[in-house]
């Protein structure tokens, strides 16, 4: 009988944006390149895709919230 195995926290996070983005593997692809493990670029990327409802594809919707998501950044750099 084979072993199940756990997955990491990345695979874990990699599989929430893979299931945010409504299993489009271009834009999971966008979104896993911007987040790169990140939590901070993961929580302000989930915040702006819940925002961007108004573009018409997963991926343009992706686009939009990095974009925002990397203009929220700053807000935690300033000063560092």
């Known amino acids: 009988m084979a072993e199940i195995t756990g997955m990491t926290e990345l695979q ?6 893979l299931r945010i983005v409504q ?3 271009a834009a999971a ?7 790169q493990g990140s939590k901070l670029n993961y929580e302000l ?6 925002l961007a409802i108004s573009e ?3 991926v ?3 686009e939009k919230a990095i974009r925002e998501a990397k203009e929220a950044l700053d807000l935690f750099t300033v000063g560092v």
Not at 12 to 17: A, G, H, P, S
Not at 29 to 35: L, P, R, S, T
Not at 45 to 50: A, I, P
């Open 12 to 17: 874990q996070m990699n599989l929430d944006i």
């Open 23 to 25: 299993n489009d593997t």
């Open 60 to 62: 343009a919707r992706t």
């Open 45 to 50: 990327f989930k915040d702006q895709y819940s």
């Open 29 to 35: 692809q966008k979104a896993i390149g911007f987040i």
């Open 56 to 58: 018409p594809t997963p």
